[in-house]
């Protein structure tokens, strides 16, 4: 693989109870663990919400090429992500994600084509895929 961007970030502190800085700046978070966990909740994000958005994100743009090279107009898509995050069988920590794709103006049938071929081409599905639950609507 070319590798074309490479992100950086830094945790610091108690983990999920800890800092978060990006190499540039711009992402400068406290984290708190969530009440559902054990914590305190508060004025904190925690690595599940973070997932959340990144993944959100980067599905929408993965749709949105998927589109244009399917010379389909897609304007006003949402991404709504659910990361859930419980603990194993074997031990340890998995998560889950569900993904509802919002696809305006589109009829259903190219909207669910065009958000199985996002899935494809998608970095965290791409990741994700074989290793944790991924589910998919389209809304």
């Known amino acids: 693989m070319s590798v074309l961007y490479t992100a950086e970030a830094t945790a610091t502190g108690s983990g999920r109870g800890?800092?978060?800085?990006s190499s540039d700046g711009v992402l400068d978070?406290?984290?708190?663990?969530?009440?559902?966990l054990?914590?305190?909740?508060?004025?904190?994000?925690?690595p599940e919400q973070l997932f959340a958005a990144g993944y959100a994100a980067c599905f929408n743009g993965a749709l949105q090429?998927?589109?244009?090279?399917?010379?389909?107009p897609v304007d006003g898509s949402e991404v709504n992500a659910k990361v859930g995050i419980g603990p194993r069988a074997?031990?340890?920590f998995q998560l889950?994600?569900?993904?509802?794709v919002t696809v305006p103006g589109v009829e259903r049938a190219v909207a669910e084509d065009l958000v199985a071929k996002?899935?494809?081409v998608c970095p965290y599905s791409n990741a994700t895929r074989g290793n944790i639950?991924?589910?998919v609507t389209v809304v």
């Open 38 to 46: 054990g914590g305190a909740g508060g004025d904190g994000t925690n």
């Open 65 to 72: 090429l998927v589109a244009r090279n399917n010379k389909t």
């Open 96 to 100: 889950t994600v569900a993904l509802a």
């Open 29 to 36: 978070e406290s984290l708190a663990v969530p009440k559902e």
């Open 18 to 21: 800890g800092e978060i800085v």
């Open 133 to 135: 639950e991924v589910q």
């Open 90 to 92: 074997e031990g340890g």
């Open 118 to 120: 996002a899935h494809q």
